[in-house]
Every structure is written in C-alpha cells, then in structure tokens.
C-alpha cells in the first residue's frame, strides 16, 4: 500500500474494512526557503525553523515574521518552559523569549551544545554532542548553565544519541542502550537513574524517536545489528517493525539522518519514519499505523517515480495537523479532503497477489475479469488541482499515451481537458513476481453523480512463467477513494 492505509468498520459494513487515501497538503504559509527543520507551538503561537532562520506565524494569516538566525542543518529538536523556547541544533542552541521578545544564542560559557532538548519540572534538560553527559539549565532559565549541573549515562560506554521527556521521566538513548531518569530533587543535581530501568535497544537515529500514543517510538539498534523499530513497552521495547519492513530499512545504508514524527487524525495515529538517502537519495517513507499496528508507505511523486513523503516535522496547532517540508519553506496542513500534495500528483497504489497465500498449486489459469469494488461517482465537477503541472510535464517528455489523450479530450473544464471529472484508475499485472509488468488498462471510476459505474476488467490472458500472477490498481487523479476489495473470475487450464 502506497498512501493508502485501512480504515476498520467494527459493525455493519458491507465488509470489515476498506482502503482509504491518506491525507493531502494544503499548503498555508512558506517562510523561508527551507527544509523546514522544526515547527513548535506555544502560547498561542507557531514557531519554525526554516533554512538558517528563526520564524513566528501570525495565528490568523500565517504570514511568517522572521526573528533571527538559526546554525547548523538537518532537524532541530525544541522545547519549551511557558516563557522561553529552547532551541537545539545539534551544538549550537537558542532562546526565544515570549515575554521579552528577545531571540539570542546561548553564549554561557559552561554551554557544551546541545543535540536534543526536553522540559522536566522547570528545567531544560539536554544531551550534549559526542559525549554520555546529559545537562540541566537553571530554574525556569535557559540561558544559565552550572559547570557541575551534568551527569554521566555509564550504565554502558556509549555515547548518548538523544534524550526525550515523557510522563516527568528522562529517557536516555545510546547507540546500544536506554536509561531512564527522574527528577529526585536533589540538590546538587536534580536527576537520578531509575533502578532496573535499564534495557540494551539502542537508537539508530536521533531524529527518529517521537512520542504518540502515551507511548514512545523509536528507530532501534543495538551490538548486533539495527533496523528494526520500537515502541515503548514498559521500561522496555516491543518490536513493531515486520520482517519485510525491516529488510527494505536495512537495505538504505546509513540510517542515522532518518526522522521520524508522529500525528493523530480520525482516530488512528501514525509514526511517520522517513529516510532522506535512501533508494539512491530518492529516499524512502515508511508509516505505522498504532489503530490497526499496520504499515503502508508515504511517498511524493517525481517524474512520475515515488519519491519519500515531502514533509519533515509535525505540530499540532488550532486543531489542524501543521507539517514543514523538507525541500522547501512551505508549512501545510494533512488535509483529508485534499487528494493533492500541494496541487502536485498524489500517486496511491495498491498491489495484492492473486491468489491467496496457500491457495497456489502451480497449474496455469485463466484470468477471466476482475472488478473491483470501490465507491465510484466521485469526479470532480472542474479540473482538479495539480491538472497544468501534469499535463505540461507529460506534453514536455512527450509520453502522451493514446489512453491519456483520450482521458484529457473527454473530460470537462477549460478548452475542454481536465484531470478528476472522468478519475481513471490504472490496473497491471505481473505474472513473474513483480520483475516485469503488463501494459496499463484503464477504467473509470465514475463521472461526478455516477454511483452505478462498474470498475470491471475482461480477458486479462493466462498465467505463464511462475504461474503466480500479482495485480496492482493505482490513481493520480485527485478525487477521494475507497476500496473495499476485488473479485477475481478465473479458471484453472488443463494443461
């Protein structure tokens, strides 16, 4: 599944779930020029860190005013304690104050730098860069750092990746282990280690761990290996990655920039893990769903390739899903009502094997028809967006396909083309496990009011090679859809 995930009907449907297409961008601002590195909310305010810059969001217009400079690169980690905002850039680090409205670095001379920051009790607390030391600030005052205000995570010799607040307790993630921390009170230094909270899953990536769920979720590594994703169970970690998720993960080399966020949205809530690098820098996105603790992929799409999902960061803010992107400074928010990514295609894909596992005894078959059911009569009444930016790139490669021409002359809008009022979807198939594929049928699914059409394919041929055949249906039309399966007519040769 590629942006599309399943939606479970507990009671009373026709069956017990269906695919729906994840949510579009609905683009609201661009501060900056990007990536946008973090976005964080407080005191009724946005706040993002675009390229090397510091910016707040008028909370009406979302007209961005920029309020300083920001070092470094890659994403930032923030914090706040109700007047100060703290932000991490992996060394260097920052203070917005909201009462003063001053932005400065922090320039006390005991400031190590700092990877990753969180809030605790009144401190900030934070990880300095290369090292086991976890720091604190004053009380309430980022700006001030006590030279002995540190201590050491030496339950194992590695270095601290990054550190997160959750439930008033630190978690302390190493390359090979966690630890976790509490607030005593003590004098000296206020943070303590928990006994026995301690366990040997490491942190592949500091940007990867998030917290959704009452739960944390992290990216994992260990002395034996890594690429195998975590959720907080306990003071421990279950695996929540499958075997399949995890061999593509480990295929993408290097796995220390990937970044992970998460986000609620009509009862189900994601972790969002992206790998900038991967699939020869194309990257890739992978997407949790803890409702139905199933996967599915995000992805942009790029000269008609899947691309990672263009989005960085996540926040929370006027009850809207706020996200950054990672090439640009345009802020969106996840639309579901938006079937675009910000007027370009959003490709969905779904591909299934045509026989069900254990049902395949290797005898040649005929596939008759194949339908599928979905909601149909869903085209737009005008051409929907992104239709310019498609049909000039398919004009400029000259792919213009015979079914495309056809598809752009019969549906409405200006000069008598659009792209939604006629939504086709596209099926192939694959008859040697996914090495080669068929040519592309299209089928409508429906002018807009048009409830009765039938997403049907005829005379789809015999099974051959492997005698395996997969099918794959996919869309880049933006109108909504909902499949709730398929029905295959087929018969098995005699010879």
């Not at 607030?183 to 592949?204: H, K, M, V, Y």
């Not at 929540?240 to 009509?266: F, N, R």
């Not at 802020?331 to 049902?359: C, E, H, M």
Request: aromatic share 12%; glycine share 10%.
């Amino acid at each position: 599944m590629v942006n599309l995930y399943p939606e479970a009907i507990p009671e009373g449907g026709k069956e017990a779930a269906f695919l729906q297409r994840c949510p579009g961008l609905r683009k609201i601002a661009t501060a900056g020029i990007g990536p946008v590195r973090g976005l964080w909310a407080f005191k009724d305010q946005l706040y993002a860190v675009s390229g090397n810059k510091f910016y707040q969001l008028d909370n009406i217009t979302y007209v961005p005013t920029e309020l300083g400079s920001v070092g470094g690169a890659g994403p930032v980690s923030m914090a706040d304690n109700g007047t100060q905002l703290f932000i991490a850039a992996n060394g260097s680090s920052y203070i917005w104050n909201s009462s003063t409205k001053v932005f400065k670095p922090i320039t006390d001379p005991d400031f190590p730098g700092a990877v990753t920051v969180g809030f605790i009790d009144g401190y900030f607390v934070f990880n300095e860069p290369n090292s086991q030391k976890l720091w604190v600030t004053s009380l309430y005052d980022g700006d001030a750092i006590d030279p002995l205000d540190f201590a050491s995570a030496e339950g194992n010799p590695d270095n601290i990746v990054a550190l997160i607040v959750d439930h008033r307790e630190v978690w302390v993630f190493g390359t090979n282990t966690v630890e976790v921390w509490y607030d005593s009170g003590a004098a000296d230094f206020p943070l303590q280690r928990i006994q026995g909270a301690f366990n040997e899953i490491g942190l592949a990536a500091a940007f990867s761990l998030a917290k959704m769920d009452n739960r944390l979720f992290w990216l994992g590594a260990d002395a034996r290996g890594h690429g195998m994703v975590y959720v907080a169970n306990g003071y421990t970690g279950r695996r929540i990655s499958t075997h399949a998720v995890e061999w593509q993960i480990q295929s993408y080399g290097d796995l220390t920039g990937a970044i992970g966020y998460t986000y609620q949205q009509d009862g189900h809530s994601f972790y969002m893990l992206t790998f900038p690098t991967a699939n020869g820098g194309k990257g890739a996105t992978w997407c949790y769903d803890a409702a139905t603790e199933m996967w599915h992929e995000r992805a942009g799409l790029v000269n008609f390739e899947f691309t990672r999902h263009q989005t960085n960061c996540q926040q929370y803010f006027q009850d809207q899903n706020i996200v950054g992107d990672a090439y640009n400074g345009n802020i969106y928010v996840f639309d579901t009502d938006v079937y675009s990514d910000n007027t370009q295609s959003q490709k969905w894909l779904r591909s299934w094997r045509a026989l069900p596992t254990g049902q395949n005894d290797l005898t040649r078959s005929a596939h008759h028809a194949l339908q599928l059911d979905c909601e149909t009569g869903v085209g737009l009444t005008a051409p929907g967006p992104g239709f310019v930016n498609i049909l000039a790139t398919e004009i400029l490669e000259d792919i213009l396909t015979e079914d495309l021409v056809n598809t752009l002359l019969l549906s409405e809008g200006p000069e008598g083309l659009g792209i939604g009022t006629d939504p086709q979807i596209m099926l192939r198939w694959s008859d040697d496990g996914g090495h080669t594929w068929s040519n592309e049928h299209w089928r409508s699914l429906g002018r807009r009011g048009e409830y009765g059409t039938r997403v049907y394919w005829q005379r789809l041929g015999m099974t051959v090679k492997l005698r395996d055949r997969v099918y794959e249906v996919s869309m880049t039309d933006p109108v909504k859809i909902a499949i709730l399966g398929a029905e295959l007519h087929s018969s098995r040769s005699a010879s």
